[in-house]
């Protein structure tokens, strides 16, 4: 059964540091990984989507990368704003079987101004 | 370009009163969801759909169905609320995986309160 991980459970960073949060998951055969944020009282937003042939995926300050073999993925924030605060969610999806995302249970990241 | 839809966004029922969450998407994803949050327990997977008229079920599908007469609408049925019900609801959608290969896309959830 796969099972995801995000460690720490909450980080608070002073604005302007560049940070990474950690995403491990045990069974590598997995077709991609989702980044989502949540706003407090909010839906997900999706953020990066990695497949699993792929090693990094960026879209402006975000960069997720992703070792398939070692089950881990990083989502790199740099120079963080106050308005990057919120949690943050990575999902696996697998190749085949059910049609699934086993989500981690998120890290809740504070940017203190 | 709406996305995924859902509504209510929030309702309080009575324990044994039955209700319908709806989620609708107009990207023409063939794949479609419902996941509850829980705190401390992260999104859980309850029913979900590959197509138009085939359903399947999640991790947690007791106390709830599904149908899928349409791309676009996957409602989710409650058939007797319990008070372990109580939850936020996410729809989520998809293109196949056969397919473009893009990530889900989550409506902006139901807050659910059972009494």
């Known amino acids: 059964k796969q099972e995801v991980t995000q460690i720490p459970a909450a980080l608070s960073v002073p604005e302007g540091e560049n940070l990474v949060l950690n995403c491990s998951f045990t069974d590598s055969a997995i077709y991609n990984l989702q980044w989502f944020r949540q706003d407090p009282g909010k839906g997900l937003t999706s953020l990066l989507l990695?497949?699993?042939?792929?090693r990094e995926q960026t879209s402006g300050r975000l960069n997720a990368s992703l070792d398939k073999s070692s089950g881990r993925s990083t989502l790199y924030i740099a120079a963080s704003q106050p308005g990057d605060s919120a949690t943050y969610l990575c999902a696996v999806r697998r190749y085949f079987g059910n049609e699934k995302l086993t989500f981690g249970t998120g890290t809740r990241l504070t940017i203190i101004p | 370009n709406a996305g995924v839809t859902q509504t209510p966004k929030f309702q309080v029922l009575k324990t044994g009163q039955s209700m319908t969450l709806q989620c609708a998407q107009d990207m023409n994803h063939e794949y479609m969801s419902w996941y509850r949050q829980d705190p401390g327990m992260g999104l859980r997977l309850i029913h979900y759909s590959v197509g138009a008229g085939i359903t399947d079920q999640g991790e947690v599908p007791n106390g709830y169905n599904v149908s899928r007469s349409t791309t676009e609408d996957f409602p989710l049925r409650l058939l007797s609320a319990a008070p372990s019900q109580t939850s936020v609801y996410f729809c989520a959608s998809s293109y196949s995986m056969t397919g473009r290969g893009v990530g889900y896309t989550f409506g902006s959830g139901t807050r659910l309160t059972v009494v």
């Open positions: 990695i497949q699993s042939s792929q």
